[in-house]
Structures are given as structure tokens and as C-alpha cells.
């Protein structure tokens, strides 16, 4: 986080993306000076009778950025009758996240309690407004209440569209899957 304050003929508001080149600024290796770091304005304050504006940087181009992985509550499930279309129809509710699911995604089904009641793998086939095709037919069904997720990351590492987009919990060295690849290395200031 990088906290300015800049006269006011500088007139920027959160939401913002903006370059910043100063000799200055700790750079992310710990080198001093940047030139056309991204930053993501995310507050500004100011004052009665000041001449400048308070402002903080959210620093936007340090490699990889992590979304939260998208998940859906199952209302219902058809399968064609046995032999297709397997179609999950999810609730709507904007927090569920089920549109950020992509052709070609690995997914496992979440009973309530998010204990895995089917690890699959289903294959996205179709996604359309709140429907999932999947590829083949869920052994026993799929019950209205049940979670979609994306199966974890040795599941999908070969498979799933966009995987290192999503944010994957890893072990106490900060390593992910069997393969020990590198997670993202989280530092409160």
C-alpha cells in the first residue's frame, strides 16, 4: 500500500488505475524507484482548507493476481433422461459466483456441510445464464442445496481453465499440491 499526498490538481478517485514512475518508492524486490508501476487507487481523503489530497495505492502488477474460486448452489438437476444433457441449474443469488465457471472446468459437487459427496471429475461442457452442462451423468444425482466447486489443485492443474487465476490453499510451506509449486507469498504490513 502506497500513501500520497498530492496537490489538488491532481484529481484521482478510488477505482482509478494509475503509472507511477518516482526515484523514491520501494519497488517489490526492494530496490528504491519504479517507472510505470500500475496502481489501483482505493482511498482518498482530504480536508477542509488543505491544499492536498491524502491518497492510497494499491500496487497492481506484482505477477499473478488471485480471485476467489467460483462456487454455485445447486436448485436442481436433470440428466436427460440417462443419456444427456446433464444440466445443473444453480440459484441465482449474486454472492454464489457460479458465472465466473468455464467451459472446459473440473468440478467435484459439495454436500451442505461442504463435505465432497461427488469428486467427479465433471467436465463443463455449457455454461448459459444459471445452467452447467457437465459431460457425463452424476452417479446418484445432484440434490437442490448441494455445492459446485472446482476440484483442488492437483485435480486440476492439468484440466481446469485458468487455474493459477483462482486463489488455492497451500500447505504450511507455502506450497501447493504434490507437485510443491509456489503460492503466493501474503505479508501484512
Known sequence: MLRCKLL??????P??????THPFIFDHDGTRGVTDAVYLVSARRSALGESAIWYELMRMDLGRQ??????????????G????????TMLT??????EQFVLGDDI?????DFTVDQAGPFTIVDVTANTLTVDIDIPGGASSGQWVTLRDYDEALASSVGRHNWAWIADANSNL???N??????VQI
Not at 8 to 13: A, I, L, M, V
Open 8 to 13: 489538488r490538481d491532481k484529481d484521482f478517485w
Open 15 to 20: 477505482g482509478q488505475i494509475l503509472k507511477v
Open 66 to 79: 488471485a480471485l476467489i474460486a467460483p462456487s454455485g448452489r445447486i436448485s436442481s438437476y436433470a440428466n
Open 81 to 88: 433422461g440417462g443419456s444427456g444433457p446433464f444440466v445443473l
Open 93 to 98: 443469488a449474486t454472492d454464489y459466483g457460479h
Open 108 to 112: 467435484r459437487l459439495l454436500n451442505s
Open 177 to 179: 499440491g504434490a507437485a
Open 181 to 186: 509449486d509456489d503460492a503466493f507469498t501474503w
